[in-house]
């Protein structure tokens, strides 16, 4: 059988930073999504949920200093997981998405009920 390691999100930008590792540009930044339902009250509620998203310059990829905060992308790539020690010893995991294609939305991200 097939293993399917794919994410696509689409949502706002949250903080960018730009890495340059010898001939080709890292870019690493973090993105809201929204996820909207009904309370038990019938009242409206917003999750939303941060990720974090590192992409490298190619060909699929819009210039990134195009991509700031506030601006609403489309992503494509796979969920990536790792583990490590935190300073008090702990041990973690994060996840992160590496990107392989990332398109400029038009106006912020909207979602309906």
């Known amino acids: 059988m097939e293993q399917i390691n794919k994410i696509e999100l689409r949502g706002n930008v949250g903080n960018v930073h730009l890495q ?5 540009v890292a870019i690493r930044f973090s993105l809201a999504t929204n996820y909207f339902y009904k309370g038990k ?8 949920t941060w990720h974090n998203i590192t992409a490298w310059e ?4 819009p210039d990134f200093n195009s991509i700031t905060k506030g601006t609403t ?3 494509y790539g796979r969920l990536k997981s790792s583990k490590y020690k935190a300073a008090d010893g702990t041990e973690r ?6 990107s392989n294609r ?3 939305e038009e106006g912020p991200a909207q979602d309906q009920f």
């Not at 340059?20 to 080709?24: A, R």
């Not at 009250?41 to 939303?48: F, P, R």
């Not at 190619?58 to 990829?61: A, C, E, I």
């Open 73 to 75: 992308v489309h992503v």
């Open 102 to 104: 990332i398109v400029l």
């Open 41 to 48: 009250n019938g009242e409206a509620v917003i999750e939303t």
């Open 93 to 98: 995991q994060s996840y992160e998405v590496i």
């Open 58 to 61: 190619s060909k699929n990829m």
């Open 20 to 24: 340059n590792t010898g001939d080709k």
